[in-house]
């Protein structure tokens, strides 16, 4: 079992930064992918950025440039550094952390915290 904490949401003006983290207990962080999500209201939960145990990152479509994902796994914690906010960024955010092994897959999911854009 993983147990993870998000923090760092809050509401930022538009063109601002924020910088969410997510703390990993139970389990060595190490083992897993890593992947932060995205809910508005109204739409459906979406990819913002996954990492790799080695560090490869992935970003969706309209984050690569803005947000920037990074983990620490001796400390057990990752990141999104987010920056050039837009009201279109206003979600609820999920940390994510999932490996398989022997065929299963292995999926956590954060509380999420709340980011608002708006000026």
């Known amino acids: 079992q993983v147990q993870l904490v998000e923090s760092g949401g809050g509401l930022v003006q538009p063109g601002g930064s924020l910088r969410l983290s997510c703390a990993a207990s139970g389990s060595m962080l190490s083992i897993y992918v890593m992947a932060w999500y995205r809910q508005a209201p109204g739409k459906q939960r979406e990819l913002v950025a996954h990492i790799t145990s080695e560090g490869t990152t992935t970003y969706a479509d309209g984050m690569k440039g803005r947000f920037t994902i990074s983990r620490d796994n001796a400390k057990n914690t990752g990141n999104l550094q987010m920056n050039s906010l837009k009201p279109e960024d206003t979600a609820v955010y999920f940390c994510?952390?999932?490996?398989?092994?022997?065929?299963?897959?292995?999926?956590?999911w954060g509380q999420g915290t709340q980011v608002t854009v708006s000026s």
């Open positions: 994510n952390v999932y490996r398989i092994r022997l065929g299963a897959r292995y999926n956590y």
